[in-house]
């Protein structure tokens, strides 16, 4: 499909594929018409779109789609920064290399794996040499994690076990797009157990949105209909953004 990139003082087309990554597309970018990727920013209706992810993550992006590029100065990097190193993030079925700080802490590391991942955070378990890494605070060389250190990710199963917590009552923000609806902030109440088409239904049902086929995405992912708000990794206090459109087998509608 073909893209409007969109600056402050000119405009040009540039053809992308669904599976193409933005950081692939920045990189385009800065080959053809020569501006360094570290300085780009991509956004549509004001909404970043990430280096891990692609364009198949974005429904709102489609033929024609105007995508802001904004050019932020390069802040330069320290030549030996002690913080900085790589880990390794073991799957059931792959690895991958992240870079991360030593200084960050185990949550940090959750939000990295989920965005490029998509595993729902409260459902990721993190093992560093046999060891759960279970404090979400307590940052990596904390637990000894260093350079090319291997850190095994496991997803707990659903149940409906005594050991689950018990539900909450979340306060969220829904968040309609400038671009496909008139853009509106509205808060909604919801059990954490409810599912996402329940929260379409209400929105629904109390004329907050008109009678059409939604996406509701949170943290840079696509909300399925079927899965609870909890299964999600929503929280108190979250944005979940709304877009209008479905998603198919073959695609986003």
Not at 149 to 177: A, D, G, M, N
Not at 228 to 234: A, D, E, I, K, Q
Request: glycine share 6%; net charge neutral.
């Amino acid at each position: 499909m073909i893209i409007a990139i969109v600056t402050r003082t000119n405009q040009f087309f540039l053809e992308v594929g669904a599976q193409e990554k933005v950081a692939e597309i920045k990189r385009n970018i800065e080959q053809i018409y020569g501006v360094p990727m570290a300085s780009q920013i991509l956004t549509v209706s004001g909404w970043e779109l990430m280096d891990g992810l692609d364009m198949e993550d974005y429904p709102i992006v489609t033929e024609g789609t105007k995508v802001h590029l904004t050019i932020k100065p390069v802040e330069p990097r320290p030549i030996n920064n002690p913080n900085q190193m790589q880990i390794t993030v073991k799957f059931s079925a792959r690895k991958i290399n992240i870079e991360v700080d030593r200084t960050d802490t185990i949550r940090i590391l959750k939000e990295k794996i989920h965005i490029i991942d998509s595993m729902p955070i409260k459902r990721m378990t993190l093992f560093f040499s046999g060891i759960e890494l279970d404090e979400e605070f307590r940052k990596l060389h904390e637990y000894g994690i260093g350079e090319f250190s291997e850190i095994v990710v496991f997803l707990k199963p659903v149940s409906r076990s005594r050991e689950e917590p018990p539900t909450r009552k979340l306060s969220l923000v829904v968040q309609t797009s400038s671009s496909l609806l008139n853009a509106a902030t509205i808060p909604v109440e919801m059990r954490d157990i409810s599912t996402v088409g329940e929260l379409k239904q209400l929105l629904l049902s109390k004329k907050v949105l008109p009678v059409d086929d939604y996406l509701f995405i949170h943290k840079q992912r696509i909300m399925r209909d079927s899965c609870s708000l909890r299964w999600h990794g929503v929280e108190n206090g979250d944005y979940l953004y709304v877009f209008k459109g479905t998603v198919s087998r073959s695609g986003y509608a």
